[in-house]
């Protein structure tokens, strides 16, 4: 009698031993949103195969970049983690994916570049010279040039951290219609939120030759 | 190759003890296996990207996975048979290496071949007339064949990072066919001697020569200003090839009905 007691009492258990592991929910278990906080400029040389940070100009106008930095903040994360008898620490392989979820509370809808100097004859200062600029991108070994807006607004940064929040969305942004004349220039770019907010920073002043 | 050696000289002593040997020229089918190494005479040029692209190598080993020879009169027959080859290049690795070459001053240079970026498949078939020499131990089977060379004409794509400036070139070079199976003109010679009444060993000597016109499409692409200037590349190519092998010859069927 005891015995089947004992049995009653552990089959939920052994239940859930059988199919606890095998147990994959298709809700996100982790679900994660952020907002965009702030941003910060780093200007490039691209003279090598990759551009690297440099602080100290003067910059070849036919290599200068910057690299944004889109640091971003976790306002809300919640775990689902389902109530089991059996801790998973128990388990063997559970082989199931992951199915965190990670999205934003407000979308980038607008990126402007624009020039605070005199760029050349076609844009004076306070110009958007966004056009001028694009961000290289690779999939597959494919590599192209992605208009600065599109990369932002599109879907590039999600998925460049769909399976991780990422708090510094780093991309570089390269100059491909430099001016015809050397001197020195100073740049700004503004992120338009979908909520209104306006994320912006200068560059310093900077000599392009 | 050492194995096919040891494996001649364990028969050589067997063929003493077993001298009943099959008259000559009683033999109806015959059927080989062997394997060697092609060996270039007149190689494909190699002039630009594209030619690194085609996935022929004439330093490639190969297997003659199936060979038989029907003998329909006392010296004539028909033989036809198929090899597998072994390319031993690397397409991706040269092709990368000659646009290296060809732009390395004053760019830097990323490349990929579309697929595995191997040589792929490549391989040989014929058929012809065989003439027969044969004595009570020695055969001497001179051929005369036609057939096909099989390889494949990949595709590639390198980006070209313009030193001291930003700009980006695409070059694609784009095959216009897959592959490319040209007829080729095989004669050779099979030279045997039989160890056993119905087993030789033999030396396969062959000249392989096949002509082919090869297209591709060099399109230029500037990432930025999405200029794109198209070139047509088309490249006649010929190549031959010796290709010595060593095998084993096995007498399937007699004249007599054995």
Not at chain 1, 34 to 42: A, D, G
Not at chain 2, 28 to 42: A, C, E, L, S
Not at chain 2, 79 to 89: F, L, R, V
Request: hydrophobic share 35%; glycine share 8%; with cysteine.
């Amino acid at each position: 009698m005891a015995r089947k007691i004992v049995l009653i009492l552990l089959a939920p258990l052994i239940v859930e031993i059988a199919i606890g592991c095998c147990h994959c929910d298709d809700t996100p278990s982790v679900t994660s949103l952020y907002t965009y906080k702030s941003i910060q400029l780093e200007n490039l040389d691209n003279r090598g195969a990759e551009p690297v940070v440099s602080e100290s100009g003067p910059y070849l106008k036919e290599a200068y970049g910057l690299r944004v930095h889109l640091y971003r903040d976790l306002i809300a994360h919640s775990s689902g983690a389902p109530v089991s008898f059996f801790p998973s620490a128990y388990a063997f392989s559970c082989g199931c994916e992951n199915n965190s979820s990670i999205s934003a509370r407000d979308s980038i809808t607008y990126v402007h570049i624009i020039t605070l100097r005199d760029f050349d004859a076609s844009h004076q200062a306070d110009a958007e010279i966004s056009d001028l600029f694009r961000v290289q991108t690779e999939s597959y070994g494919t590599q192209e040039l992605t208009r600065v807006g599109e990369y932002a607004t599109g879907p590039y940064l999600r998925y460049a951290s769909a399976d991780r929040f990422l708090r510094d969305m780093t991309f570089d942004i390269l100059l491909f219609a430099p001016p015809a004349a050397g001197g020195v220039y100073k740049f700004k770019i503004q992120f338009t939120l979908s909520d209104g907010r306006v994320l912006e920073q200068e560059t310093s002043e900077i000599q392009l030759m | 190759m050492r194995s096919l050696l040891v494996l001649c000289v364990a028969l050589l002593p067997m063929s003493q003890a077993y001298a009943q040997l099959s008259k000559p020229y009683s033999s109806r089918w015959q059927t080989r296996i062997v394997f060697g190494t092609d060996m270039p005479i007149k190689n494909f040029p190699h002039g630009n990207a594209a030619d690194y692209l085609v996935g022929y190598d004439s330093h490639a080993g190969y297997l003659q996975i199936f060979n038989s020879s029907l003998f329909f009169s006392r010296h004539w027959g028909l033989d036809a048979g198929y090899q597998i080859q072994m390319p031993s290049t690397e397409t991706e690795s040269d092709f990368h290496r000659q646009l290296e070459t060809e732009y390395g001053d004053a760019y830097y240079v990323t490349s990929f071949v579309d697929g595995d970026g191997g040589n792929g498949h490549q391989g040989r078939g014929n058929l012809g007339l065989i003439y027969r020499f044969e004595s009570k131990r020695l055969l001497v089977y001179p051929k005369f064949s036609i057939g096909f060379t099989n390889f494949e004409t990949n595709s590639g794509t390198a980006y070209l990072k313009e030193k001291n400036a930003n700009t980006i070139t695409q070059v694609r070079y784009e095959a216009k066919q897959y592959s490319r199976t040209p007829f080729t003109f095989i004669p050779s010679v099979s030279l045997g001697y039989r160890v056993r009444n119905r087993i030789a060993v033999n030396v396969d000597i062959a000249g392989a020569y096949f002509k082919s016109n090869i297209a591709y499409t060099k399109q230029t692409r500037d990432l930025y200003s999405e200029v794109i200037s198209t070139e047509k590349l088309s490249m006649k190519r010929n190549a031959l090839v010796l290709t010595v092998g060593l095998g084993i010859v096995f007498t399937i069927y007699e004249k007599d009905g054995k």
